[in-house]
């Protein structure tokens, strides 16, 4: 049970969030509840609505944004997200199963691909205090200092919804996965 209001609908939502709650039934045909309960505050909801809108228009291919989001999720034991994107992955995007478990690992089968998702998940881990050689192997891999920026937003931008989402306590509105938590907390 989440530990603050999940407006019902869009209507029950304070008036400055109907137009990004409106944006997201709109692409998505629901309104899941993270966006909901984002909307208690109208401009946290713009900031993640912009931030994932302008993510989204970058050099990264959709199935490596939801590979990096379900090694994020699993990084930080969101079960609401790791939900939400494998469903996402697999019925949106047609990722095979076992490419999805992969992702939650922190791999991918692609090569460049794999590259994102594991700095990805060497950023979340390590607070960004990642390695030159963590750098030089993702260009190794084909990933372009455009793409390599990209990731770090990734990662932001998930663990924004993470903690949202473990903070609050949101109730899961996809088919449950449960997340391992592979950064335990201090």
Sequence with gaps: MSRIPTPATIEDAPAAAHA?????????GIVPNL????ANSPAALDGLLSFNGALGKGQLPAATRERIALAIANVNGCSYCNSAHSYIAANMLKL????????RGGRASDAKADAAVVLARKVAVA????????????????LSDGELVE?????????YTNYLNEVF???????????ERIAEPA
Aim: glycine share 10%; proline share 4%.
């Design 35 to 38: 966006y909901r309960l984002t």
């Design 127 to 142: 607070r960004g205090a990642v390695k030159d050689t963590d750098l030089a192997e993702a260009r190794a891999a084909g």
């Design 20 to 28: 990004g709650l409106n944006g997201v039934k709109a692409a998505l």
């Design 151 to 159: 990731v770090v937003g990734h990662v932001a931008l998930n663990v």
């Design 96 to 103: 095979p199963e076992d490419e999805i478990i992969r992702a």
């Design 169 to 179: 306590g949101t109730e899961i509105d996809f088919p449950v996965v449960t997340a």
